[in-house]
């Protein structure tokens, strides 16, 4: 089916929608080339696009437009492509664009299109009435090429890390879904009760069969990924699709990691922490008695649905537990994303974490800020005995980072209030020893300079970490 990992992002749209700007941006963000097929093929032509027009007419300048955008597309490097507004009308382009790359409509409207567009050099956009004809005409080719709307930056880097958002997707699943093979359903069984028969019936035929994970952290291990590798009736072309929080994507992505050597999944997050955090990424495991998440597979997903509405039935304390990740991700990001209201604060946190990890996919390097607090927050979920709920511990590991940058804990204080635990600090200690992020031993922390400038691998005495890891447990 193909990981979005592989694909180009092809924008698409007509003469004004900025797909140039937009695309520039995108391709910043995920760490790919950006090629601008209009300046491509002005290069190429040795003169400009609209005095080719002039010396050789629209239907040649079609030609070596849809010759020029073939052959980009069969590139395998994975890039962020402009499209130029007519070369979606091209048989040749659409079936590449199908087979490689992921295709982003920029949806613009018309009346911005032809302010943006009037009196340059544009050969098509000189009479008003013939510029908006010709948008109707093109607007329904548009549509049926692309497989997602975007209006910014945001949808389309969601896009390229193969995310779909929208409230409302859930119905659609069995579309969203790529391929037309079998699916096997995972759900976490609070979810099941809930969402589970609105997700089999958008599945229609392809539901091969439903299962439920035990509830909680007990699903991510290794018994319970055990009696779901035995119990799925899967051949290589079928997909899993996971339906849950952190706790059900985790090892659903995982049990597609090695079953059969690996398989498609699509993970559907419905918890606030999953729809920002857990389920964008790629990063799939399961616990052991001795660390969480110690046994796992980079697996990216071939879909991510993100259907906000899906967390109108999420309990309080979950809620607040994604609002910890939430502030991560705004301190790193350097904007108070945590004042978004609810859907759009999901939209662009998933959209800074597609765009991390799409820069970091098997975490080499940068990927490794998505930690910030992470590293005091596991050691005093493992001191406490896992009792802690996750979203406590990093709230408390965040309030630990700051300080240690030197910057104000305001925001923490104010959105999580965190409260100090009660676990013993030499337990706690122990664990942040063995944290598996240590090199060699040494404790290396992710700080911020400031808010929007994350440093990764900071190494600290280790009397400076143990005296903040102290100021975050109750006497
Ligand atoms: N892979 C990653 O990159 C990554 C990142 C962050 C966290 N995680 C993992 O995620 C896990 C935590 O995930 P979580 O916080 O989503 O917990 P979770 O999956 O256990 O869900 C929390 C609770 O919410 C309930 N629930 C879920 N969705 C609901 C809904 N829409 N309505 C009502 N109830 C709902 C569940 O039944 C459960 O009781 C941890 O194991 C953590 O290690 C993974």
Same mark, same amino acid.
């Given at each position: 089916?193909?990981?979005?990992?592989?694909?180009?992002?092809?924008?698409?749209?007509?003469?004004?929608?900025?797909?140039? $700007?937009?695309? =520039?941006?995108?391709?910043?963000?995920?760490?790919? *080339?950006?090629?601008?097929?209009?300046?491509?093929?002005?290069?190429? %032509?040795?003169?400009?696009?609209?005095?080719?027009?002039?010396?050789?007419? &629209?239907?040649?300048?079609?030609?070596?437009?849809?010759?020029?955008?073939?052959?980009?597309?069969?590139?395998?490097?994975? =890039?962020?492509?402009?499209?130029?507004?007519?070369?979606?009308?091209?048989? =040749?382009?659409?079936?590449?664009?199908?087979?490689?790359?992921?295709?982003?409509?920029?949806?613009?409207?018309?009346?911005?299109?032809?302010?943006?567009?009037?009196?340059?050099?544009?050969?098509?956009?000189?009479?008003?009435?013939?510029?908006?004809?010709?948008?109707?005409?093109? &607007?329904?080719?548009?549509?049926?090429?692309?497989?997602?709307?975007?209006?910014?930056?945001?949808?389309?880097?969601?896009?390229?890390?193969?995310?779909?958002? #929208?409230?409302?997707? @859930?119905?659609?699943?069995?579309? @969203?879904?790529?391929?037309?093979?079998?699916?096997?359903?995972?759900?976490?069984?609070?979810? +099941?009760?809930?969402?589970?028969?609105?997700?089999?019936?958008?599945?229609?035929?392809?539901?091969?069969?439903?299962?439920?994970?035990?509830?909680?952290?007990?699903?991510?291990?290794?018994?319970?990924?055990?009696? @779901?590798?035995?119990?799925?009736?899967?051949?290589?072309?079928?997909?899993?699709?996971?339906?849950?929080?952190? /706790?059900?994507?985790?090892? =659903?992505?995982?049990?597609?990691?090695?079953?059969?050597?690996?398989?498609?999944?699509?993970?559907?997050? $419905?918890?606030?922490?999953?729809?920002?955090?857990?389920?964008?990424?790629?990063?799939?495991?399961?616990?052991?008695?001795?660390?969480?998440?110690?046994? #796992?597979?980079?697996?990216?997903?071939?879909?991510?649905?993100?259907?906000?509405?899906?967390?109108?039935?999420?309990?309080?304390?979950?809620?607040?537990? #994604?609002?910890?990740?939430?502030?991560?991700?705004?301190?790193?990001?350097?904007?108070?994303?945590?004042?978004?209201?609810?859907?759009?604060?999901?939209? *662009? /946190? +998933? +959209?800074?974490?597609?765009?991390? /990890?799409?820069?970091?996919?098997?975490?080499?390097?940068?990927?490794?800020?998505?930690?910030?607090?992470?590293?005091?927050?596991?050691?005093?979920?493992?001191?406490?005995?896992?009792?802690?709920?996750?979203?406590?511990?990093?709230?408390?590991?965040?309030? +630990?980072?700051?300080?240690?940058?030197?910057?104000?804990?305001?925001?923490?204080?104010?959105?999580?209030?965190?409260?100090?635990?009660?676990?013993?600090?030499?337990?706690?200690?122990?664990?942040?020893?063995?944290?598996?992020?240590?090199?060699?031993?040494?404790?290396?922390?992710?700080? %911020?300079?400031?808010?929007?400038?994350?440093?990764?691998?900071?190494?600290?005495?280790?009397?400076?970490?143990?005296?903040?890891?102290?100021?975050?447990?109750?006497?």
């Amino acid at each position: 089916l193909g990981s979005p990992l592989e694909k180009h992002v092809a924008l698409i749209g007509f003469m004004g929608a900025g797909k140039s $700007t937009v695309g =520039a941006e995108v391709a910043k963000r995920i760490g790919r *080339r950006f090629v601008d097929l209009d300046r491509e093929i002005e290069a190429a %032509l040795n003169t400009s696009i609209a005095s080719y027009f002039v010396e050789a007419g &629209e239907e040649a300048f079609r030609k070596r437009e849809a010759a020029a955008t073939v052959s980009v597309l069969r590139d395998p490097r994975p =890039a962020v492509l402009a499209l130029g507004g007519g070369a979606v009308a091209s048989g =040749a382009v659409r079936d590449e664009l199908a087979r490689r790359a992921v295709t982003v409509l920029l949806d613009v409207d018309p009346e911005v299109a032809w302010e943006r567009s009037q009196g340059g050099d544009r050969p098509l956009a000189r009479q008003r009435g013939a510029f908006f004809a010709l948008y109707d005409q093109r &607007e329904p080719v548009y549509r049926n090429a692309a497989e997602v709307v975007a209006r910014d930056a945001d949808d389309a880097v969601l896009a390229a890390g193969g995310t779909w958002f #929208g409230a409302g997707l @859930l119905e659609r699943l069995g579309e @969203l879904v790529p391929g037309d093979g079998a699916v096997a359903l995972v759900m976490d069984p609070q979810v +099941a009760g809930i969402h589970g028969a609105d997700a089999q019936l958008a599945l229609g035929a392809r539901l091969a069969a439903a299962h439920e994970l035990p509830a909680g952290e007990t699903a991510k291990t290794v018994a319970a990924s055990e009696r @779901l590798w035995s119990a799925l009736s899967l051949d290589r072309g079928g997909t899993i699709v996971a339906l849950g929080g952190g /706790c059900t994507t985790d090892p =659903a992505g995982f049990v597609a990691a090695t079953y059969m050597r690996g398989i498609p999944w699509v993970a559907v997050p $419905t918890t606030l922490i999953g729809q920002v955090d857990a389920a964008i990424g790629g990063k799939t495991g399961i616990d052991l008695p001795r660390a969480k998440n110690h046994v #796992g597979a980079f697996h990216w997903p071939v879909r991510t649905v993100i259907d906000p509405a899906l967390l109108q039935t999420l309990p309080e304390r979950e809620r607040k537990a #994604g609002m910890a990740e939430v502030v991560k991700t705004g301190l790193l990001a350097g904007e108070p994303l945590w004042e978004l209201p609810e859907p759009e604060l999901v939209r *662009r /946190c +998933a +959209a800074f974490k597609t765009a991390v /990890c799409l820069r970091d996919p098997h975490e080499h390097g940068e990927r490794r800020m998505l930690n910030l607090g992470h590293t005091f927050a596991h050691a005093l979920e493992a001191a406490g005995g896992y009792e802690l709920s996750h979203g406590e511990a990093v709230a408390l590991g965040l309030l +630990a980072a700051l300080r240690l940058s030197g910057l104000s804990t305001d925001v923490v204080e104010e959105v999580l209030a965190p409260q100090p635990v009660r676990v013993s600090l030499e337990r706690a200690w122990a664990a942040l020893r063995l944290d598996k992020k240590f090199a060699a031993g040494r404790p290396r922390l992710v700080l %911020l300079e400031e808010p929007g400038r994350p440093v990764v691998d900071v190494e600290l005495p280790d009397d400076a970490i143990r005296a903040e890891l102290d100021r975050l447990i109750a006497k």
